[in-house]
């Protein structure tokens, strides 16, 4: 699932993840790797990461990732590839 979603998620699972976790949780760096720089290792690396978390917490997380997302007009906008008009 993860390597489809792509940059916008794993940018509001940073934000997310800065919310509930502390600093210097690997969990954290994983997910900063993954928003950052991107790519196939950086995102098996954040999934394991989150498979990792106490089930509650991982929920958590999830849950505050995709509210910012639905709530996120830019998010919408930086995805619409704007297929042109067609007529």
Known sequence: MFDTIGKPFFEALRTAA???LEPEHPCR???ERAAGVGGGDATAAAQAALAALDPDLQ???MAD???ALRESRMSILDLWQGGGAGH
């Open 59 to 61: 929920a958590g997380l």
């Open 18 to 20: 800065e919310q509930r």
């Open 29 to 31: 760096a994983a997910i």
């Open 65 to 67: 990732a995709h509210k």
